[in-house]
Every structure is written in C-alpha cells, then in structure tokens.
C-alpha cells in the first residue's frame, strides 16, 4: 500500500502544551544528602543497615531499599563518604556518590489514541525542560479506540502488538526529551502517564475485553504505580511508574488530567469541558458536582473519511472564509506552503461559512445552483472546490464533498448531543455557563464562532470559550510535582458521576436534532441564525 505525500504525518504539528495551574513543587520522589562518617559500619552491620542508619540520624526514618539501589552500594560506599539517595514514597530506589540533589527529574505523558505527548520537567524547580511528541502507531491497526479492541481481540498475539508499539513510541519521546534537556535517562525517576481507558489497559498489557460490553467496566479504576523496570519505560530502570485513576469504561484519566488542569471541579460558576478527540469526553458541573460522558465523535476532524482531510501538517488549510459577495475562499495555511488539503479547524471553518452563505442547507446539502464555479456536479452528490488545483500542493483540486459534509455533520452531532444531555443531566441551560473549556489539539485551533454556527457547541458568548490546549498532559505535570496533586487526581475520579451515553434513550434523539445545522430546533442558537446570510431554507422533518 503506498500513503499519499499529503497524508504522511512526519511533520505534523501537535500541540503539546496547555492550560494549567501552579502546585507547590512537592514530588514523590526526592532526593537526601547525606556525608557519611569514615567509620560508616559498626560492627557487624551491613552496608544497607549503615546507609540506613545514617540516614535515621539526618532525620529520615522509615526507609527501605530497593533491589536496584542494594546493587549500588558496594561500588558507591566502597570509593565516596559523600552520597546521594533518590527516595520515592519511602523507597531508596538510587544511591549516587557525589552530590547530585540537583539532577533530579520526571516526565508528563498523554498516551492519546493519535499522538503521544511528553514533558520532562525538573523535580527540584518544576520547570519544564523539554517537550516532544510522535504520532501513536497503534494507529495502523484502527484510528478509533472500538477498532483497536476488536484487534486486540482478533487474535493471540495481538494485544502484545498494540502493548509493543505504544511502549516503542514512548520510549521514542523520552529519548528524543532527554537528548533536548541534556539529562540521561537514569536520572529521570518519575513518569505520569494519563490516556484513555483503552490507552491505559494496552500500556499495562490489560485484556480490554470487558471495554467491548456493557456496562464497559475497567479491569482496574483505582490509580496504580509500577516500577519502570516492569513495564519497560525507558527512564531509571527503578523509577515509579504512575497511573492515576479513571472515571470510566470510557472516561480514562487523561479526562481526570484535564479537570485538575482547568479547575472546573473547583469553580463556583457552571462550566461544561469538552476534551475534542477520536473519542470526546464532556463534562458538565462545578465545585458542587460533575457528570462526564463520552462520546464517539470518529476521526472526521482528524483527517480521515474525509476527501482531502488532512492533520495539522505543513500545507494543510487551518482557516477559511467565503466572500458574501464574490463565494470567493480565502484560507490560511500551516506554515505558509502550498496546500494539500483541509485540516479539523478549517472544516469546521467549512461548514460554517458554506452554511452562512446558502452553499449548504439546514441538511448539509450542497446547492448545486450557488451562482459561482466553486460548486460542481460530483458522483457522490457534488463538491465544492476550496483550492483550485494550480495553487494546490498536490496538483489536484482540494474539494468538500456531500459525502464529507456527512461524514463532518455525524461527527459534530455526536459532540453536541453528548454536551447537550450533560447540561440537561445538571440542570443547566446553556446561558447559564460561566465558562465553556475546549480541550485536546484539535481544540486549541478552533474560531469559536464557526464552532457555535455550526451547532457543535452550544451558544455562548465568544468571550466564555476557552481554548484549553493539551489539559491533558498539563494535568499530567501537575500530578507529577505535586503529591497534593495527586491525591485531588484520585479524589476526582471518585467524585465524578458517569453516564453512559449508549444506554441513554435520548441520545438517539439529541443525536438526530444536532445532525442539523446548526440544530433542528434552531432557537437554541440564537448567534447562529445572526451570523447567516443567505442560508436556503429546508423541509424539516
């Protein structure tokens, strides 16, 4: 099979970084100082019993020494009086000669279904020292969480497979944050790694089988710890290892990440987070209580199923507008190369714009009769051509077709539905949200106007949209620094009430209303039915 030039993913651009709040800097691991007496052993001790013992006289009690740290201590405490050892949660998983309480680090990591992301973030400061990402190659054998499940299902060796290529694309980002900050890989004690449950269940080597059924129940919810050595990760072969908990079957602790990162679960106004992926989460609450769901909003937005749909890389439309006047396209372009196809955001810019301009009706069908050269006959029902084929980096028209308007509007219509049943869920209208969080990649590109035009959020004013970024690893970070963090993390997963959407009997209705644009009963989208211009009108039935 040959992947075409524009659909490669080499250079895509990630957003690796975002919204989040300070911690006291107060990780699990941490480093002690200790200079030892010449005559280090009494008579009779050993090596650990002294080590120990000193450290019980510097005002550290209650240790206990890792295998990896016993190995060390013949070499260290037979040439330095003058040592370093590396504790986390009571454990002395190094012993270093020499002072080296200043080298002492951690990494972040969102374990996404499309991409992983890694921060590496000094333990003493808190500064973050490098971020990297890669593309998730579980990818290869299904874009969405349901594909990967039936493969891992599919035969014997293929949770190993899905297990091999997600460890191997983490191991690539540590190696490629270490190489940046200058820090060997030994010295990185600690690694966060939030992700979806699936996510989580592959990266443990978990059977996902009860994912596939209802009620979708995990193997395991609580948050875990193990030790790098075990699941093979690529920092201090002794380093922990931690997993924090997950809300759901379907809400892992990637969502939990972005909670603590936006605050939401501590705010006194009414917010609704919509974490926008492959698989979205939405949540809807505040400091008195949260309901979650998730939603299967595909890959549209990613790329896939759509014509020319591309991911954020070089030479893919990000932003787009037609003329009222001329339906001339004007489009903005990631890193100003040819273009060679549309992005998420300049989809979503898409439909907004073809709806506003009466290209496209309350149903998402083309009007063939739009007075412009744009609009053309197509097999699949027609097309519209957003780049000429001479201006094009693949040498051919970049067009949207009935087919991809579809495919876009199922996948708008999922996300809306599921914010709309959280909302009803707590009680709440729309106007009553102080804040409306957009999380996730994808997120962070958005114009908030063609996102509400379209029907996929609901109608707020501009100004209470906020494009949150990765909260994801942001959250991650937090877990990574702060105990307190960590113990909130656990808290909130507990807290959160989950509804599972599947099993809801108006999500089939809320699902086909918001199939429309911008939604079948459009007095919910007041700013919408502003922003149209010569919008045809529809039988609606």
Request: proline residues 5%; hydrophobic residues 45%.
């Amino acid at each position: 099979m040959t992947v075409p030039e524009e659909s490669r993913s080499g250079r895509r651009r990630f957003k690796t970084d975002g919204m989040g709040r300070p911690v006291e800097v107060s990780p699990l691991a941490w480093k002690l100082h200790l200079s030892l007496p010449e005559t280090l052993l009494k008579g009779g001790e050993s090596y650990a019993e002294g080590l120990l013992r000193a450290a019980e006289e510097a005002g550290v009690g209650e240790l206990r020494l890792s295998l990896s740290a016993m190995r060390q201590l013949p070499k260290v405490l037979s040439s330095a009086l003058d040592v370093t050892l590396t504790i986390s949660d009571g454990r002395v998983i190094s012993v270093e000669g020499g002072d080296t309480s200043g080298r002492l680090y951690g990494v972040a990591l969102d374990l996404g279904t499309s991409k992983i992301v890694g921060h590496l973030v000094s333990l003493v400061d808190g500064e973050t020292l490098a971020m990297a990402s890669t593309e998730n190659p579980q990818a290869v054998h299904g874009e969405d969480i349901i594909s990967r499940i039936t493969f891992a299902l599919d035969g014997p060796g293929n949770l190993d497979e899905l297990r091999r290529l997600l460890l191997e694309a983490v191991n690539r980002v540590l190696e490629t944050l270490c190489a940046e900050a200058g820090v060997a890989p030994g010295e990185v004690y600690e690694a966060v790694a939030v992700g979806n449950t699936l996510m989580h269940h592959l990266f443990l080597g978990l059977e996902p089988s009860s994912l596939a059924r209802a009620p979708f129940n995990p193997v395991i919810r609580q948050g875990l710890s193990v030790t790098a050595r075990e699941l093979g990760v690529a920092i201090n072969p002794a380093g922990n290892v931690h997993l924090p908990a997950l809300v759901a079957g379907f809400v892992g602790s990637d969502a939990v990440a972005d909670l603590l990162a936006t605050g939401l679960c501590d705010s006194e106004a009414p917010a609704l987070l919509v974490d926008v992926g492959t698989n979205t989460e939405v949540f809807a609450g505040d400091r008195e209580g949260v309901v979650a769901c998730s939603c299967a909003s595909g890959p549209a937005f990613e790329g896939a199923h759509v014509s020319h749909g591309v991911k954020a890389v070089s030479g893919a439309i990000e932003r787009l507008r037609i003329d009222p006047e001329t339906l001339e396209v004007d489009y903005e372009i990631i890193d100003d190369a040819k273009p060679i196809g549309l992005c998420g955001s300049a989809m979503i810019d898409a439909l907004a714009e073809m709806w506003k301009n009466g290209l496209i009706d309350d149903l998402g069908r083309l009007n063939l009769d739009a007075e412009t050269s744009r609009m053309r006959a197509a097999a699949d029902g027609g097309e519209f051509v957003v780049a000429w084929s001479d201006a094009a980096g693949t040498g051919r028209d970049i067009t949207l077709t009935q087919r991809d308007v579809e495919e876009l509007l199922l996948a708008k219509a999922a996300i809306y539905a599921a914010c709309s049943i959280m909302l009803r869920r707590q009680g709440l209208k729309a106007e009553e949200l102080g804040r409306v969080y957009v999380a996730g990649a994808f997120g962070s590109y958005l114009d908030p106007e063609s996102a509400v035009a379209i029907g996929m959020l609901p109608d707020v004013p501009a100004e209470r949209i906020v494009f949150a970024g990765n909260t994801a690893v942001a959250g991650a970070r937090m877990i990574l620094l702060s105990t307190e963090a960590r113990r909130t993390a656990e808290a909130l997963a507990e807290g959160v009430r989950y509804h599972e959407l599947s099993l809801d009997p108006e999500f089939n209705r809320e699902f086909l209303n918001a199939v429309f644009i911008p939604h079948k009963e459009p007095e919910r989208f007041p700013t919408a039915l502003r922003l149209a211009r010569r919008r045809p009108r529809s039988t609606r039935s």
